[in-house]
């Protein structure tokens, strides 16, 4: 069965303090992994897409990895309004659909 | 802004009753998604719509139904409603039928009482 798994649940940083989430997911074929952001109460606000191990995308303080069986969202210098669940999601190849199979989410808080 | 718009923001229901949410999509955007969220699931992909037809079903009660129009726009009808159907309802829409990024919608927050 095609899964994702997200960790830390929550992480809590001081502005400032680097840090990094985890998404491992198990799917029969990557055909994409895609990574959100969701404010309370909004709908998830589309950041990256990538399709293959080794390939990294970057937006201001955010860079996302991919390895053949993990991404990595990576949050530089964060700062009070980086503070949002990020959620990670999968494309499989079982599908020929555009389907997206999701994880549970990391809570960001930062902190002044 | 997505671009992608949900109507109604709330709706507040009594069980046993029937609703309708309605999805206007990205202009250009040819398959429209549906998903739940609820705070014990996470986010459920429901179903997808290509250009009028149904391209997937997720894990989609037989009480709930949708559809696609002309316009490409969509509708989500949920029946027989139940205390555990209250959650957040997106849509979200996508340029083509299969691999790409979609972009969510603000949502309707369901509450059945």
């Known amino acids: 069965e095609d899964q994702v798994t997200q960790s830390p649940e929550a992480l809590r940083l001081q502005e400032g303090e680097s840090s990094s989430l985890n998404c491992s997911y198990t799917v029969s074929g990557l055909r994409g992994l895609f990574w959100y952001r969701q404010d309370p109460g909004k709908g998830p606000e589309f950041l990256f897409t990538?399709?293959?191990a080794g390939e990294e995308k970057e937006k201001e303080r955010l860079k996302a990895t991919l390895t053949k069986k993990e991404s990595f969202l990576h949050i530089t210098a964060p700062k009070p309004e980086d503070s949002a669940t990020y959620l990670c999601a999968v494309q499989a190849s079982s599908s020929n659909t555009g389907k997206l199979i999701f994880g549970q989410g990391t809570t960001l808080q930062v902190k002044p | 802004d997505s671009g992608v718009t949900q109507t109604p923001k709330h709706l507040i229901t009594a069980t046993g009753q029937r609703v309708t949410l309605r999805c206007s999509p990205r202009s250009g955007d040819l398959s429209v998604y549906w998903y739940q969220q609820s705070l014990d699931q996470g986010l459920q992909f429901l179903i997808q719509y290509y250009n009028g037809e149904e391209r997937a079903k997720g894990n989609i009660l037989e009480r709930f139904s949708a559809q696609q129009f002309p316009d490409l726009h969509s509708e989500l009808n949920l029946s027989s409603l139940e205390l555990g159907d209250s959650a957040l309802y997106f849509c979200a829409s996508s340029l083509a039928g299969g691999l790409g990024e979609q972009y969510f919608g603000p949502g309707t927050r369901l509450t059945v009482t």
């Open positions: 990538l399709y293959s």
